[in-house]
């Protein structure tokens, strides 16, 4: 079946480091990969996709990119704030499958 | 520009009393997941289901939860003799079945605190 691996967070970061958060899969076919985002108590924003190998997601400065090869899609920022402060999701989706969800890695930046 | 609405956003019951969670789907969305959070943990997929049907229930537990999206109004996310563990953010997502990418909108959720 699908499986989704993220790195244990959780992350603490000062502003303006730059962000890694790896996401591996393992799926059946070719799924679209997603990075949700949730903000404390709410519930869950896409942030970014990517529905083909090498496809490269991005949105408000993060980035992810599709990586057959390695089954991959590593969100990553180049400066973060402190309004990124959240729980990052990785998911994916076979073609009518449900979405399957990493554990979430919680990010924490520091002013 | 309605969203995914869930209600109650907070449902307080006692041991051995129903809850029952609400899910409206985006306009033109006929497809509902219903996910459960439990705290510091990520999100397990718990039923799948299109309008009158239930297409994927591989995630709900076999006794006292149940789950129904009839032709019309909201999807219902049952749980009879709740417990203490059924504490829990329960998410509901929607889409339409027919975007390539497969993407969900999710609500904001309703939490259940059980005491």
């Known amino acids: 079946g699908n499986s989704v691996t993220q790195m244990e967070g959780p992350v603490t970061l000062s502003e303006e480091a730059f962000l890694t958060i790896n996401c591996t899969y393992t799926a059946t076919g070719y799924p679209s990969l997603f990075w949700y985002v949730q903000y404390p108590g709410e519930g869950l924003q896409l942030l970014l996709k990517?529905?083909?190998?090498?496809d490269k997601g991005s949105n408000k400065g993060f980035e992810a990119t599709y990586r057959k090869e390695t089954t991959s899609f590593h969100l990553e920022k180049g400066s973060v704030q402190v309004s990124d402060s959240a729980v990052y999701f990785c998911?994916?989706?076979?073609?009518?499958?449900?979405?399957?969800f990493g554990t979430g890695t919680r990010l924490a930046v520091r002013p | 520009n309605a969203g995914v609405m869930q209600n109650p956003r907070h449902l307080v019951r006692r041991r051995g009393q129903e809850a029952r969670l609400r899910c409206s789907p985006m306009?033109?969305?006929?497809?509902v997941y219903w996910y459960r959070q439990l705290p510091e943990e990520g999100l397990k997929f718990m039923v799948y289901l299109q309008k009158e049907n239930i297409i994927d229930e591989s995630g709900m537990p076999k006794e006292r939860f149940s789950a129904e999206f009839p032709k019309e109004g909201p999807s219902i996310l049952r749980i009879q003799q709740v417990v203490r563990g059924d504490s829990a953010a329960y998410f509901c997502a929607s889409s339409s079945g027919q975007e390539a990418t497969g993407e969900l909108f999710f609500g904001e959720g309703s939490r259940l605190t059980v005491l």
């Open positions: 998911a994916l989706k076979s073609s009518g499958d449900k979405l399957t």
């Open positions: 306009k033109g969305h006929s497809h």
């Open positions: 990517a529905t083909k190998a090498d």
